[in-house]
């Protein structure tokens, strides 16, 4: 079992910056996937970024330039930095766990409560 935890979100200014965070407790994180996927109100969830290992980075191509996922195993922790902030990136933004023999757009065993992220113009 594995519990996660997001925190980060908030209101900004379109163009700004936020960096979402993801703790993980319970089994070892490092044994895991981690992704970050995000739903829009009346809109589907969407994948926004994974991650296996260290280097092993998969993007939506809405965000590839502008968003990066990291993990620091020691500290049980993904981390979503979002940069350049658009209107249409406005949404719920969850954290999820999955094995890391899965891939990176599907099949996440866990997953974290939401935090709002909001983008005013």
């Known amino acids: 079992q594995v519990r996660l935890v997001e925190s980060g979100g908030g209101l900004v200014q379109a163009g700004g910056s936020l960096r979402l965070s993801c703790a993980a407790s319970?089994?070892?994180?490092?044994?895991?996937?981690m992704g970050w996927f995000r739903q829009a109100p009346g809109k589907e969830r969407e994948f926004v970024a994974a991650?296996?290992?260290?280097?092993?980075?998969y993007y939506a191509d809405s965000v590839k330039g502008r968003f990066t996922i990291s993990r620091d195993n020691g500290k049980n922790t993904a981390y979503l930095q979002m940069n350049s902030l658009k209107l249409e990136d406005t949404a719920v933004y969850y954290c999820?766990?999955?094995?890391?023999?899965?891939?990176?757009?599907?099949?996440?065993?866990?997953w974290g409560q939401g935090t709002q992220v909001t983008v005013s113009s």
């Open positions: 991650i296996k290992w260290g280097t092993l980075t």
């Open positions: 999820a766990a999955g094995p890391l023999a899965g891939g990176p757009y599907s099949g996440y065993e866990y």
């Open positions: 319970g089994r070892t994180s490092s044994n895991y996937r």
